[in-house]
Protein backbone atom coordinates (compact mmCIF):
# COMPACT_ATOMS: atom_id res chain seq x y z
CA UNK A 1 0.00 0.00 0.00
CA UNK A 2 1.64 2.96 -1.33
CA UNK A 3 1.77 5.96 1.39
CA UNK A 4 2.22 9.69 0.58
CA UNK A 5 3.49 10.65 -2.71
CA UNK A 6 5.62 13.76 -3.16
CA UNK A 7 7.09 15.44 -6.17
CA UNK A 8 10.01 16.48 -7.17
CA UNK A 9 11.86 15.98 -4.31
CA UNK A 10 14.62 18.47 -5.20
CA UNK A 11 13.70 21.94 -6.99
CA UNK A 12 15.97 24.73 -7.44
CA UNK A 13 14.28 28.04 -8.72
CA UNK A 14 15.29 31.44 -9.32
CA UNK A 15 13.85 34.43 -7.46
CA UNK A 16 10.63 35.72 -9.08
CA UNK A 17 9.71 32.79 -10.84
CA UNK A 18 6.59 29.95 -10.12
CA UNK A 19 6.80 26.76 -9.08
CA UNK A 20 4.62 23.73 -8.99
CA UNK A 21 4.66 20.92 -6.18
CA UNK A 22 2.55 17.77 -6.65
CA UNK A 23 1.18 15.22 -3.90
CA UNK A 24 -0.77 12.25 -4.25
CA UNK A 25 -2.30 10.71 -1.08
CA UNK A 26 -2.31 7.61 0.62
CA UNK A 27 -4.95 5.36 -0.57
CA UNK A 28 -8.44 5.74 0.88
CA UNK A 29 -7.28 9.30 2.31
CA UNK A 30 -9.38 12.02 0.96
CA UNK A 31 -8.19 14.77 2.60
CA UNK A 32 -4.63 16.61 1.76
CA UNK A 33 -2.98 19.04 3.73
CA UNK A 34 0.55 20.86 3.03
CA UNK A 35 2.74 22.26 5.34
CA UNK A 36 6.36 24.42 5.33
CA UNK A 37 9.28 23.30 7.19
CA UNK A 38 11.81 25.92 6.97
CA UNK A 39 15.65 24.60 7.69
CA UNK A 40 15.65 24.46 11.68
CA UNK A 41 11.85 25.01 12.60
CA UNK A 42 8.72 22.83 12.96
CA UNK A 43 6.66 22.34 9.76
CA UNK A 44 4.23 25.32 9.51
CA UNK A 45 0.38 24.59 7.88
CA UNK A 46 -0.36 26.45 4.48
CA UNK A 47 -3.65 24.92 3.91
CA UNK A 48 -5.99 21.94 3.67
CA UNK A 49 -8.39 21.28 1.01
CA UNK A 50 -11.34 18.70 0.82
CA UNK A 51 -13.71 17.60 -1.96
CA UNK A 52 -11.88 19.79 -4.58
CA UNK A 53 -12.50 23.04 -1.78
CA UNK A 54 -9.76 24.90 0.32
CA UNK A 55 -10.96 24.53 3.67
CA UNK A 56 -8.85 25.93 6.15
CA UNK A 57 -5.89 28.02 5.67
CA UNK A 58 -2.77 29.13 7.41
CA UNK A 59 -0.88 32.51 7.76
CA UNK A 60 0.50 32.51 4.54
CA UNK A 61 -0.03 34.52 1.61
CA UNK A 62 -2.01 34.82 -1.38
CA UNK A 63 1.46 33.62 -3.67
CA UNK A 64 0.29 30.42 -2.21
CA UNK A 65 -2.32 28.29 -3.84
CA UNK A 66 -3.34 25.26 -4.05
CA UNK A 67 -5.70 22.59 -5.82
CA UNK A 68 -7.57 19.21 -5.49
CA UNK A 69 -8.26 17.05 -8.53
CA UNK A 70 -11.43 14.37 -8.39
CA UNK A 71 -8.98 11.73 -7.96
CA UNK A 72 -7.51 13.61 -4.22
CA UNK A 73 -4.25 14.04 -5.37
CA UNK A 74 -3.09 17.97 -4.83
CA UNK A 75 -0.81 20.45 -6.47
CA UNK A 76 0.75 23.39 -4.37
CA UNK A 77 1.88 26.31 -6.27
CA UNK A 78 3.57 29.54 -5.29
CA UNK A 79 4.13 32.39 -7.21
CA UNK A 80 6.67 35.22 -7.30
CA UNK A 81 9.25 33.07 -5.49
CA UNK A 82 11.48 34.96 -2.40
CA UNK A 83 14.73 33.67 -1.03
CA UNK A 84 12.21 33.06 1.89
CA UNK A 85 10.08 30.11 0.52
CA UNK A 86 13.39 27.83 0.75
CA UNK A 87 12.35 25.36 2.47
CA UNK A 88 10.91 21.52 3.06
CA UNK A 89 7.16 21.25 1.78
CA UNK A 90 5.27 18.25 3.02
CA UNK A 91 2.00 16.99 1.91
CA UNK A 92 0.17 15.15 4.38
CA UNK A 93 -3.39 13.46 3.49
CA UNK A 94 -5.59 11.85 6.24
CA UNK A 95 -9.38 10.73 6.33
CA UNK A 96 -12.04 12.66 7.31
CA UNK A 97 -11.75 15.54 9.87
CA UNK A 98 -7.61 15.37 9.73
CA UNK A 99 -7.25 11.78 11.71
CA UNK A 100 -4.79 9.58 11.04
CA UNK A 101 -2.36 11.61 9.05
CA UNK A 102 0.35 10.63 6.69
CA UNK A 103 3.11 12.57 5.64
CA UNK A 104 4.95 12.37 2.73
CA UNK A 105 8.48 12.56 2.19
CA UNK A 106 8.73 16.48 1.21
CA UNK A 107 9.64 18.21 -1.68
CA UNK A 108 13.26 20.23 -0.91
CA UNK A 109 12.65 23.80 -2.50
CA UNK A 110 16.01 26.09 -2.82
CA UNK A 111 14.91 29.79 -4.10
CA UNK A 112 18.56 31.73 -5.83
CA UNK B 1 -4.22 30.86 19.69
CA UNK B 2 -2.78 26.97 20.75
CA UNK B 3 0.78 26.53 20.90
CA UNK B 4 3.38 24.25 21.49
CA UNK B 5 6.44 24.82 23.52
CA UNK B 6 9.38 21.84 23.42
CA UNK B 7 12.95 21.76 25.01
CA UNK B 8 15.63 23.24 22.69
CA UNK B 9 18.10 21.28 21.51
CA UNK B 10 20.47 19.77 20.61
CA UNK B 11 20.38 16.89 23.44
CA UNK B 12 23.57 14.97 23.10
CA UNK B 13 23.55 11.33 25.27
CA UNK B 14 25.56 8.20 25.74
CA UNK B 15 24.20 5.41 24.27
CA UNK B 16 21.97 3.41 27.02
CA UNK B 17 21.31 6.59 28.51
CA UNK B 18 17.64 7.70 29.83
CA UNK B 19 16.14 10.46 27.85
CA UNK B 20 13.36 12.94 28.30
CA UNK B 21 12.23 16.00 25.95
CA UNK B 22 9.82 18.24 27.70
CA UNK B 23 7.29 19.51 25.53
CA UNK B 24 4.18 21.62 27.13
CA UNK B 25 0.97 23.22 25.17
CA UNK B 26 -1.70 25.66 25.58
CA UNK B 27 -4.62 24.61 24.04
CA UNK B 28 -8.60 25.47 23.86
CA UNK B 29 -10.73 22.37 24.25
CA UNK B 30 -9.08 18.92 24.40
CA UNK B 31 -6.36 18.10 21.40
CA UNK B 32 -4.77 15.00 20.29
CA UNK B 33 -1.28 15.12 21.25
CA UNK B 34 1.73 13.43 19.47
CA UNK B 35 5.22 13.18 19.21
CA UNK B 36 6.67 12.75 15.34
CA UNK B 37 10.62 11.57 14.26
CA UNK B 38 12.29 13.03 11.51
CA UNK B 39 15.28 11.27 10.32
CA UNK B 40 17.86 13.16 7.94
CA UNK B 41 16.80 13.78 4.56
CA UNK B 42 13.78 12.39 5.52
CA UNK B 43 9.59 13.26 5.81
CA UNK B 44 7.79 13.11 9.46
CA UNK B 45 6.94 10.21 11.05
CA UNK B 46 4.31 9.43 13.74
CA UNK B 47 5.94 7.90 16.69
CA UNK B 48 3.61 7.86 19.25
CA UNK B 49 -0.24 9.61 20.23
CA UNK B 50 -2.67 10.08 23.03
CA UNK B 51 -6.27 11.32 22.39
CA UNK B 52 -7.02 12.49 26.01
CA UNK B 53 -5.98 12.78 29.41
CA UNK B 54 -4.52 10.59 31.43
CA UNK B 55 -3.31 8.32 28.11
CA UNK B 56 0.08 6.86 27.59
CA UNK B 57 1.25 6.65 24.17
CA UNK B 58 3.85 4.22 23.72
CA UNK B 59 6.05 2.70 20.41
CA UNK B 60 9.74 1.33 20.20
CA UNK B 61 10.55 2.00 23.59
CA UNK B 62 9.48 5.58 23.54
CA UNK B 63 6.65 7.01 25.98
CA UNK B 64 4.17 10.01 26.58
CA UNK B 65 1.65 10.33 29.13
CA UNK B 66 -0.94 13.38 28.20
CA UNK B 67 -0.91 15.39 31.25
CA UNK B 68 -3.75 18.07 31.48
CA UNK B 69 -3.00 19.51 34.75
CA UNK B 70 0.34 20.37 33.68
CA UNK B 71 -0.56 20.73 29.74
CA UNK B 72 2.36 18.60 29.30
CA UNK B 73 3.44 15.69 27.17
CA UNK B 74 6.81 14.77 27.84
CA UNK B 75 8.84 12.35 25.81
CA UNK B 76 10.56 9.15 27.43
CA UNK B 77 12.91 6.17 26.49
CA UNK B 78 14.86 4.49 29.30
CA UNK B 79 17.42 3.39 26.95
CA UNK B 80 18.55 5.01 23.87
CA UNK B 81 20.27 3.60 20.83
CA UNK B 82 22.64 5.13 17.96
CA UNK B 83 19.49 4.62 15.88
CA UNK B 84 17.17 7.10 17.56
CA UNK B 85 19.63 10.15 16.61
CA UNK B 86 17.17 12.67 14.91
CA UNK B 87 14.54 15.69 15.15
CA UNK B 88 11.90 14.98 17.44
CA UNK B 89 8.53 17.44 17.40
CA UNK B 90 5.52 17.52 19.70
CA UNK B 91 2.23 18.59 18.38
CA UNK B 92 -1.02 18.59 19.20
CA UNK B 93 -4.51 18.99 16.76
CA UNK B 94 -6.31 22.02 16.09
CA UNK B 95 -9.52 21.14 14.49
CA UNK B 96 -8.20 20.04 11.04
CA UNK B 97 -4.53 21.06 11.29
CA UNK B 98 -1.42 20.16 13.27
CA UNK B 99 0.22 22.12 15.37
CA UNK B 100 4.18 21.92 15.61
CA UNK B 101 6.89 22.77 17.98
CA UNK B 102 10.13 24.02 16.67
CA UNK B 103 11.38 20.47 17.22
CA UNK B 104 14.69 19.09 19.66
CA UNK B 105 17.60 17.68 17.45
CA UNK B 106 18.70 14.27 19.31
CA UNK B 107 22.08 12.93 19.24
CA UNK B 108 23.29 9.76 20.63
CA UNK B 109 26.95 9.15 21.15
CA UNK B 110 28.08 4.99 20.47
Known amino acids: DAGVTQSPTHLIKTRGQQVTLRCSPK?????VSWYQQALGQGPQFIFQ???????QRGNFPDRFSGHQFPNYSSELNVNALLLGDSALYLC???????????FGSGTRLTVV | GNSVTQMEGPVTLSEEAFLTINCTYT??????LFWYVQYPGEGLQLLLK?????DKGSNKGFEATYRKETTSFHLEKGSVQVSDSAVYFC?????????FGKGTRLHILP
Open chain 2, 50 to 54: ATKAD
Open chain 2, 27 to 32: ATGYPS
Open chain 1, 27 to 31: SGHDT
Open chain 2, 91 to 99: ALSDWDKII
Open chain 1, 92 to 102: ASSGDRGYGYT
Open chain 1, 49 to 55: YYEEEER
